[in-house]
Structures are given as C-alpha cells and as structure tokens.
C-alpha cells in the first residue's frame, strides 16, 4: 500500500509539462557565455563543433541512467530519495543539505546575477543593481511557485516559448544574414589540441547542465514509470539540435577566429547581421533565458527540501505540502531565503556568477557521482525489483557515467578558487544534522507520493521474492 493524501505531491505534470521545464532549466545564458570559450580551447571547425556534439552524447547517457532511476523510484525529492535508497538515510540528508545550501541556491543566485547583469543595462540602479534585481527576482518567482505549481507551469511554458523562439530567430540569421565586410580579429593563440579539449569539454558540459533536474518532477508526472524516460529523451534532443545549430549559426558568421576573439558571440553576430536592432534582440534573450532558468530552478530546488524535511526532527514544517498551491510552499521560501542569503555574499564579491560557480561545481559533481554508482547498487540490492525502463549498454552507460563525474569533480576542484573550499566547507557543517533524523532505518519506499510501479510491504522497503517457496 502506498501512503498517500491531499497533502503530498499529486501527479499533474504531463510529458510536454516536464520536457518544457527540462529545456528552460538547461537552455539558460550558458550559450550566450561558453561558445568562445570552447572555440578558444580547440584548433577546428570540426572540433568545435564534435565537442558540442560529445556532450550532447554524455547528457544522453547521463539521462538514461537517471530515466531508469526515475522510473524505478519515483519521488518528489528526486536525488535525494535515489541516495537514500542506495546509500541509506544520512546520505540522503546530506545531499539534502549540500543541495538546499550549495548545490541549487548556489545555481539560482548565479542566475539571478546574470539576469541582474543585463537587466542593469536597460535600466541601471546604481553600483548595487545587478544584486538587487537578482534579488528582486527571487523573492518574485519564489511568490509566484508558492501561489502554486499551476502558475509557475504556465509562466514556464511561456517563457521557454518565447526562449526558445528569440534562440531560433539568431540562428536563422546566422545561417540566412549578410554579414557584410568585417575586420578580421586579432589572431589568438590555442594551447595544444590535446590539452585543451578537456578543457573545452568542462565548458560545453556546463552548457547542458540542469537536465538532471528533471528527477524532481517524477513525483509530480503522470504515469512516471512509463513517461520519465520519454522526458529525459526528448528533452535531450531538443537541447542537442538547439546547442548545435546555434553554435553552428555562430561559427558561420564569426569563424572560429572571431569566436575565439569575441566577448560576447551571439551580440557580436547579431550586431553584424542585424545592426544594433539585432543586439538589443539578444540581450532580449539572454534575459528572458536567465527568467525561464531561474523560474524552473526555483520549481524544482524546493521539492529536496520536501522531502528532507520529513526525515529530520528539525523544521518540520518545511516538509508539508500545500494542497491549495499543489507546491511544498514552506519549502520554497526556505530555498528563497537562502538563496537571497547568497546573492548578499556575493554582491561583495567582484564577479557574484563565477562566486556561485565556484561555490556549487565541485559539491555538484560529486553528489551527481554518487548517483551515477547508485544505479548499479540498486540492481544489486534490488535484483527483483519491476524496472520499467532499463538504460542501454548496462553495465557500460553508467561506468561511461561516473568516469564523466570524476573527470569533471576534478576539474572544478582544479579550475576554482576558494569557493569551492567554502561550498565543501558549508557541506561538511551539515553533518549535525544527522543527529536529528526521525528514523535510524533506511528510506522506505512507502514514503514515495506516487503511484509507485512495485510491490512494497510497508513499513520495510521488503520486495516480493519471485520464485520463493
């Protein structure tokens, strides 16, 4: 029996629901930032265009291994509930921190500074601006999901819309526009092939990052087992063809030369077919980008609170669900306050987007390694559990997966500053909080508020054993 009430998550999202806030969540500022640095990092056209394409390969993997988790164990809180059911309940706890104080309040503070950093140049509010229109824009999105999922949904889709639409009308220049006689850029100089793509690699991953994000929504998608494959899919090949054509509009106006020497790549193509009519569309873009990220961002983030909350003895009210908003409300003004907490940190900081980078990557990537080993624990552990969606190539897709997660903790332990020491460091104070769970025992299946597609005997997460006599 699965325990269900008014006050948990009820399925109301559809597959067209989700796949738009995968999209908006991933297609945030990241193409209007990385394209120059990726080409700046490899010695083709062809390479920077495999790159893209390299990643698009890991985000699929990536994807399928999260699908069958997501389909086995459908649950609001998403990774949370895949660590505790791998790796028992103070793990869990512990994602549940690192991701409710570092990991997603990091990512919405480093948004909301990029969409304070333009919305500053349309209407400046002194040295301050960026942080206040950061976090104006929190406190406003956080009300918005608190008034309910509903709403939130419907600002989403429209928002993902008009993204998607401002992205494709840069390509269509890109491919179709005059760029008229241009100065060739100064020439700059590469690191050696071999060394750089890895490099560019770290770029074009962050590019793609939130797909992952996707996990909380199974608690909230209609018939999960079966729809949350179809999500993480096809939300993948939207980004894909998206990433690639605009990076391929890109180069055929600039060249990689251009690309390597430009600061901003799509204003810069934009100015040379469009005039400055083009360059005001782009920065159009890039706001309405950084609005549809941080809306879906918010959306999810709350929900590991939800369920963290029920775990512990402190804050229980944090872990209730507003039935009238169908949102964890207590959940989302805890995330919101937390993140406002970041964006007044960073506000000191030189650059407040690189402070959040530098803060969130390293904790991200080892949290998301220890979801990619969670997939073949819990075959071991489970051996007869009903999978309704099984990743390809096993045990081949989530090796190829965790190799990528270390490659890429290194990496932002390697390229980060003292951040990163102050992200592990906030990780690390949250162990006290394992002193306060509310059960010694594992997460129980039963605590799952979805239509869960196995046969559990509650309280214990005990699975029938087929064949036994």
Not at 8 to 36: C, E, N, R
Not at 155 to 177: D, P, R, S, Y
Not at 181 to 190: C, D, E, F, G, R
Not at 412 to 418: E, N, P, R, V
Request: hydrophobic share 55%; glycine share 10%; aromatic share 8%.
């Amino acid at each position: 029996m699965t325990h269900r009430n008014k006050a948990d998550p009820q399925p109301t999202l559809s597959v067209f629901d989700a796949v738009t806030i995968m999209v908006g969540i991933v297609v945030g500022v990241g193409i209007f930032k990385t394209p120059a640095l990726v080409a700046g990092n490899v010695g083709s056209e062809a390479a920077f265009l495999g790159v893209w394409v390299a990643g698009g390969v890991i985000t699929l993997i990536g994807a399928l291994c999260y699908a069958e988790l997501a389909a086995a164990h459908p649950h609001a809180g998403g990774e949370y509930h895949f660590l505790g059911r791998a790796y028992g309940r103070p793990m869990a706890v512990l994602f549940g921190w690192a991701r409710g104080s570092v990991i997603q309040t990091g990512a919405i503070a480093a948004v909301a500074f990029v969409l304070g950093d333009y919305a500053q140049q349309i209407a400046p509010l002194g040295p301050y601006g960026p942080a206040i229109y950061a976090a104006l824009s929190i406190v406003a999105l956080t009300a918005l999901n608190v008034a309910g999922t509903v709403q939130s949904k419907t600002l989403q889709i429209g928002v993902t819309f008009v993204e998607v639409g401002l992205i494709a009308a840069i390509i269509v220049w890109g491919f179709f526009g005059s760029a008229g006689v241009v100065s060739a850029p100064p020439p700059v100089s590469t690191t050696p092939e071999s060394a750089a793509i890895g490099l560019a690699m770290i770029f074009v991953l962050l590019t793609y990052g939130g797909w992952n994000e996707a996990a909380y929504l199974s608690g909230e998608l209609r018939d999960p087992s079966r729809n949350m494959a179809r999500v993480l899919v096809i939300g993948t090949a939207v980004l894909v063809a998206l990433y690639l054509t605009a990076n391929a509009a890109l180069l055929a106006i600039l060249g990689l030369d251009g690309l390597r020497g430009s600061q901003a790549v799509a204003t810069d193509m934009m100015r040379l077919v469009a005039g400055d009519a083009g360059a005001f569309i782009v920065s159009l873009a890039i706001v309405v980008a950084a609005l549809s990220t941080l809306n879906a961002t918010i959306f999810t983030g709350a929900r590991v609170y939800f369920a963290m909350a029920r775990d512990i003895t402190l804050l229980p009210r944090v872990g209730e669900w507003d039935d009238r908003g169908r949102a964890p409300a207590n959940g989302l003004i805890a995330q919101g306050a937390v993140a406002l907490l970041l964006v007044a940190l960073g506000a000191a900081s030189r650059d407040g987007f690189q402070a959040m980078v530098d803060y969130s990557a390293p904790v991200f990537w080892a949290f998301l390694l220890l979801v990619a080993l969670a997939l073949p624990i819990l075959r071991w552990r489970e051996p007869d559990r009903v999978l309704p969606f099984r990743v390809p190539l096993y045990p081949l897709t989530p090796a190829l997966f965790a190799l990528t997660c270390v490659y890429m903790l290194h990496a932002s332990l390697a390229y980060t500053g003292t951040g990163a020491l102050i992200g592990l460091g906030v990780v690390l104070a949250g162990l006290p909080l394992l002193l306060f769970q509310s059960r010694p025992d594992p997460l129980p299946e039963a605590a799952a508020p979805v239509d869960a597609p196995v046969r559990v005997a509650p309280p214990e997460p005990i699975l029938v054993q087929q064949g036994e006599r």
